[in-house]
């Protein structure tokens, strides 16, 4: 079974940055998709980033200034470094993969959340 776990989340200040991580286990396929959304409190999930195999990314307009995504394809994992933290940014952050087999599968983590206090 294939499972996304999460690790990096936290506590910081306004103004801080942070790491995300997320590693895939039990693919027996190429991982097409990897990357991250999130829910913040009181609102539907949205998409932050995602990123192909082949480095392709896609992102959230408002926030492609302040996060990067990238990703270790040999590793199965994927990141997201987030700077100039804002109180608003917090929230659950939930990893995503998507693999291609058969008709495709999406697959979900449990989330991490983060607070960012003013």
């Known amino acids: 079974q294939v499972q996304l776990k999460e690790s990096g989340g936290g506590s910081v200040q306004a103004g801080q940055s942070l790491e995300l991580s997320c590693t895939l286990s039990g693919s027996a396929s190429v991982i097409r998709v990897m990357g991250w959304y999130r829910q913040r409190p009181g609102q539907s999930r949205e998409l932050v980033a995602t990123m192909t195999v082949d480095g392709n990314t896609n992102y959230q307009d408002s926030l492609k200034d302040r996060f990067t995504i990238s990703r270790d394809n040999d590793k199965k994992t994927v990141y997201l470094q987030m700077h100039s933290l804002k109180p608003e940014d917090t929230a659950t952050y939930i990893c995503?993969?998507?693999?291609?087999?058969?008709?495709?599968?999406?697959?979900w983590g449990e989330g991490t959340l983060v607070t960012v206090s003013p």
């Open positions: 995503f993969a998507y693999i291609p087999r058969g008709y495709g599968a999406d697959y």
